[in-house]
C-alpha cells in the first residue's frame, strides 16, 4: 500500500509497510499513481505524453523500472507482514512499565474543559497520602518483571499541590533503584501556579521530563485556563513557565496546549509560544461532549487540517533562518523512531500503564479514572477485573481497530486512543474518527518537513 500526496510544493510518496518516503517529481509521481492503478505501460506513456508533452518513451520505461526495483527491494507497493502476528506482538505487552500517580484530585484552576472534572474526576477528589503512594511504588517495582527503566508521572488535578509528597516518593524510589535494581524516570504534569524555586531546582535535578499546560496566546489561555474566580491564569504562569524551560537548557520538557471551537486558529498559539522562546510545544484537539459551545465539529476539519500545514511551513521557513522550534506531533525518525512491535502493539493502556488514584485504585489510563466500570483493582490487592485487562491486552491493537488496515498512518499513529475511541464511541476499537483525521493530516505535516530538512540540509533542533 502506497499514500500519494502533495504539500507545500512537495510531491510525497509514503510506502505505508515498510516506512520509506518517497519525494519525486511530478512525472514520476503521476506514473506511480497510474502503476498503482495496474495502467499498462503504454497507456502509462501515452497519458504521460498528453500531460507533459515532451516526455520521451524512455524516460517513463526508465522511472517504471525504478518503480520495479524499489518495490523488489520492498521500499515500494510492499506487503504487510504484520497482521497475523499483531496479537502475539500485543501478547507480550504484559509486563507494566509505568503508573500515572494521581497525587491530587482537585485543583487550584478551574478550566472549561478539563477532562477531570475540575481536577476532581466525577467527584473523587482526595489528595493522595505518601504511604498510598509508596505502596504504588512497590506495586510498579513488583509488577515490571526485567523491566529496568520505569516511569512515573505526578499527575491531577494539579500535582504541585501535594508537593512534599512528590518529592518524598522521588526519595523513595531512589531507594529502591538500589535494592531492585531499577531506574525511576519520574515526570511532573503542571499548570504551573505553584512553580517556585524549589520546584523548578527540584524538577531539574529528578524529574526526566516536565509537561507544562498553556494554550499560547494570553488571550487563548485566559479564556479556558482560569483560576477559581474566574480571572485568567496567563500573567501568573508564564514568567514560571519561561524560568523552568530556561533553566533545563530547552530540553526535556514541552508546552501541552488545546485548543477549541475559539481557537481554530490554533497555529497561532503554537508560534506565540515558539515566539516566547519555547523550543517544545504541543497542542491537542479538545475532545468534549460535543453540545459545549468549546466543541469542536466535522465540519471544522478543513479549517484545522489548513492549520496544521500553516504551521508547518512557517516552521520549515524558521528552521532556514535558525530559528526553529518543535512541535510535539512533528517529531518523526525515519531511521529509527518506535519498534514495529511497539507500532503494532499501540499504546499500552492496561497493560503497560497503570493510573492510580489519590485512595490507590488502580484504572487502565488516566483518561479512565472516574469511570467506576473500568477500576481495575488497588495498589494493595493488585488486579480485581483481569477480563478487563485481557480485553486491553488480546483484543486492542492496530488491527483490531475498524479501520485501521487500510490507513497510510497506521504505523504512526498505532490505533490511536482507546480512551477517545470508548468515549466518543462507546467502543476501544471503533476508531474516534475527528481524531483520526488530524492525526493524518499531521502525519503528512512531519513527513514533508523530514523530505525538506533532508533536501535542503537542515539538522532540525532535536530528535
Known amino acids: 500500500m502506497i499514500h500519494q500526496y502533495k504539500l507545500n510544493g512537495y510531491n510525497i510518496v509514503m510506502d505505508v509497510n515498510s516506512g520509506a518516503v518517497h519525494s519525486v517529481d511530478e512525472v514520476a509521481y503521476d506514473i506511480i499513481a497510474l ?21 520521451a518513451d524512455s524516460d517513463v520505461d526508465e522511472t517504471i523500472a525504478d518503480i520495479e526495483e524499489l518495490k523488489a527491494e520492498k521500499l515500494l507497493f510492499s506487503d504487510d507482514p504484520f497482521e497475523e502476528i499483531a496479537g502475539d506482538l500485543k501478547a507480550k505487552q504484559s509486563v507494566l512499565k509505568a503508573i500515572c500517580l494521581h497525587v491530587a484530585h482537585g485543583c487550584n484552576m478551574d478550566c472549561k474543559y478539563c477532562f477531570a472534572g475540575k481536577g476532581e474526576y466525577s467527584g473523587k477528589a482526595g489528595i493522595m ?7 504504588a511504588l512497590d506495586f510498579l517495582v513488583e509488577n515490571s518483571g526485567s523491566r529496568k527503566n520505569l516511569e512515573v508521572d505526578f499527575f ?33 504534569t503542571t499548570n504551573g501556579v505553584l512553580i517556585d524555586d524549589d520546584v523548578i531546582e527540584f524538577a531539574d535535578r529528578e524529574c526526566s521530563n516536565v509537561v507544562l499546560s498553556m494554550d499560547g496566546r ?22 514560571k513557565f519561561k524560568s523552568l524551560a530556561e533553566d533545563r537548557g530547552q530540553k526535556q ?51 484545522l487540517k489548513a492549520q496544521y500545514e500553516k504551521l508547518a511551513i512557517e516552521m520549515l521557513e524558521r528552521e532556514k533562518r535558525g530559528e526553529g522550534f518543535n512541535f510535539y506531533h ?24 497503570l493510573a492510580v488514584t489519590p485512595s490507590g485504585d488502580l484504572y487502565p489510563c488516566h483518561q479512565f479514572v472516574g469511570d467506576d466500570d473500568y477500576k481495575v483493582g488497588n495498589v494493595y490487592d493488585g488486579i480485581e ?25 497506521k504505523l504512526y499513529c498505532s490505533g490511536g486512543c482507546a480512551a477517545n475511541n470508548l468515549h466518543t464511541n462507546g467502543d476501544i ?20 518537513l523530514k523530505v525538506a530538512e533532508e533536501e535542503l540540509g537542515i539538522d532540525r533542533i532535536s530528535e
Open 253 to 303: 520538557y514541552y508546552m501541552r496546549g488545546t485548543y477549541t471551537a475559539h481557537n481554530k486558529d490554533f497555529a497561532e498559539d503554537v508560534l506565540a509560544m515558539a515566539d516566547l522562546g519555547f523550543k517544545e510545544t504541543s497542542i491537542e484537539p479538545v475532545v468534549s461532549d460535543p453540545s459545549t459551545d468549546y466543541a469542536l465539529h466535522e465540519e471544522d476539519l478543513d479549517i
Open 35 to 55: 502503476y498503482d492503478k495496474g495502467v499498462p505501460r503504454e497507456e502509462i506513456i501515452d497519458e504521460i505524453k498528453a500531460k507533459y508533452g515532451s516526455v
Open 129 to 135: 497520602s505518601l504511604e498510598v503512594g509508596k505502596q
Open 429 to 448: 476499537n471503533k476508531v474516534y474518527n475527528f481524531g483520526c483525521e488530524l492525526h493524518k493530516k499531521r502525519i503528512e505535516c512531519a513527513l514533508m
Open 330 to 353: 512533528y517529531t518523526v525518525d525515519l531511521t529509527g523512531g518506535p519498534c514495529i512491535y511497539k507500532r503494532v502493539s499501540g499504546c499500552g493502556v492496561g497493560t503497560e500503564y
Open 156 to 188: 491531577g488535578g494539579e500535582p504541585l499541590l501535594n508537593w512534599d509528597v512528590c518529592k518524598e516518593l522521588v526519595a523513595y524510589g531512589r531507594e529502591l533503584e538500589k535494592t531492585h535494581n531499577k531506574h525511576f524516570n519520574f515526570t511532573l
Open 385 to 409: 477485573k483481569q477480563e478487563i485487562i485481557d480485553g486491553f491486552r488480546y483484543n486492542n491493537n492496530l488491527y483490531t481497530r475498524d479501520k485501521c488496515r487500510g490507513c497510510f498512518a
Open 218 to 239: 494570553r488571550k487563548t489561555h485566559d479564556f479556558m485556563r482560569t483560576s477559581k474566580d474566574g480571572k485568567g491564569t496567563y500573567d501568573k504562569i508564564i514568567e
